[in-house]
């Protein structure tokens, strides 16, 4: 079955412990994507991939860190997370790109920094 | 700020009324698509319209897009209690690079 896949599912921990979510997607997908859904605030995104090794930063990259080794994983990295980074996160791949391309979306990490 | 504004933000009808959802942007695009989230869950996408179409059609979903006005709408004909989710428009702009922008969502609420 075609999916994108996160893990955890939830995770409560504390400041400034690292912390990684991992993403993967088994549909062979060029582009992947990381963003963040917050009440009032809707989707914003925070890193994307166009392929293996090359990142660049959305709207919100601030305080977080990607890497693409591999063209089906794309785990974000907090390295010391705060509470303003608590929110609903979800990875997102596509074949290429965004043009022209739907978007499939794991079911989200809920993430709870203390 | 967000490239797309959906408008309402909550719809409330009853089951086989038929549901209107507008989605405003700012910036020529390349692409507008939409998408539908269950609640707690991933977006799942709907329908993609290019910038140079006007309306298209699936199932019981129609979206036209009006480049002029820069806006468009989803309807979701005859509706059904399982059509109750949010749901976004997302825009590619021409400017943006790669990058998919979405609006804050509508709630639609369909009651049986």
């Known amino acids: 079955e075609a999916q994108v896949t996160q893990n955890p599912r939830y995770l409560i921990t504390v400041t400034g412990k690292k912390l990684t979510v991992t993403c993967s997607q088994n549909?062979?997908?060029?582009?992947m994507s990381w963003y963040r859904q917050d009440p009032g605030l809707g989707l914003r995104q925070i890193y994307y991939s166009m392929n293996v090794e090359v990142t660049d930063k959305g709207d919100v990259p601030e305080g977080y860190k990607v890497s693409r080794k591999e063209k089906r994983n794309f785990p974000l990295i907090l390295e010391s997370p705060s509470p303003n980074q608590t929110s609903l996160y979800f990875c997102?791949?596509?074949?290429?790109?965004?043009?022209?391309?739907?978007?499939?979306f794991g079911d989200g990490t809920r993430l709870s920094i203390l | 700020s967000q490239q797309g504004e959906e408008d309402p933000q909550a719809l409330s009808i009853q089951e086989g009324e038929n549901a209107t959802m507008n989605c405003s942007y700012k910036?020529?695009?390349?692409?507008l698509q939409w998408y539908r989230q269950n609640s707690g869950r991933g977006l799942v996408h709907l329908i993609l319209?290019?910038?140079?179409?006007r309306e298209k059609h699936s199932g019981r979903l129609r979206v036209t897009l009006d480049t002029s006005k820069k806006s468009s709408s989803l309807l979701i004909t005859a509706s059904r209690a399982a059509d109750t989710a949010s749901y976004f428009c997302?825009?590619?702009?021409?400017?943006?690079?790669?990058?998919?922008?979405f609006g804050e969502g509508t709630q639609l609420t369909v009651n049986p």
């Open positions: 549909m062979n997908h060029e582009y």
């Open positions: 910036t020529s695009i390349n692409n």
């Open positions: 997102a791949s596509s074949r290429s790109g965004v043009s022209n391309q739907p978007q499939h």
């Open positions: 319209i290019r910038s140079n179409e």
């Open positions: 997302a825009t590619d702009a021409r400017t943006s690079g790669s990058r998919l922008t």
